[in-house]
């Protein structure tokens, strides 16, 4: 079975400074890796995924996550955030050979201070 | 182009009432698909729809939940009875394909169900 473990609910910082959001995965089959963002009072945004390659991923908003396999990891971090980066990011998982389930983690609120 | 629409955004029902959720996916995707959040835990899936056709039901509750996807265009999620633990956030998706490789599934806003 896959699972997705975010080890932190929430995570508060000041703006501008570096966030890390941390995603662990445990699965006997290869997946595919995302991380969802959903701003307040709106649905589920992509934020980037893995697919194969590269294991830095770029996505929108500055972010990105780097992939590892040895540690079944998959991080989300930002270098500078802002108050428009308030919000609650889900990291995710799809099996290889499944064409339906996205396995989510709980979610890590992210607030931003001034 | 309109996204992933959900009616209604919220609703309250006393448990053993019955409450449908509406979908709207995008025009043109295939696939649709029902997710619920229970209590701030994870987002779980419980259903994926190809056009008219059930996929993978694997994720759905109990016997208490019915959807149905008639013509393969807007989808509905049937509660009867409604139960306290069927509280929460219910999330629609859609794809032109799976979401694997390329293509992305779009999530509408939510309804949020509170059965008291």
Known sequence: AQSVTQLDSQVPVFEEAPVELRCNYSSSVSVYLFWYVQYPNQGLQLLLKYLSGSTLVKGINGFEAEFNKSQTSFHLRKPSVHISDTAEYFCAVIRYSSASKIIFGSGTRLSIRP | ?116
């Open chain 2, 1 to 116: 182009e309109a996204g992933v629409t959900q009616f209604p955004s919220h609703s309250v029902i006393e448990k053993g009432q019955t409450v449908t959720l509406r979908c709207d996916p995008i025009s043109g995707h295939d696939n649709l698909y029902w997710y619920r959040r229970v209590m701030g835990k994870e987002i779980k899936f419980l259903l994926h729809f190809v056009k008219e056709s059930k996929q993978d039901e694997s994720g759905m509750p109990n016997n208490r939940f019915l959807a149905e996807r008639t013509g393969g265009t807007y989808s509905t999620l049937k509660v009867q009875p409604a139960e306290l633990e069927d509280s929460g956030v219910y999330f629609c998706a859609s794809s032109r394909r799976p979401p694997q490789s390329d293509t992305e599934a779009f999530f509408g806003q939510g309804t949020r169900l509170t059965v008291v």
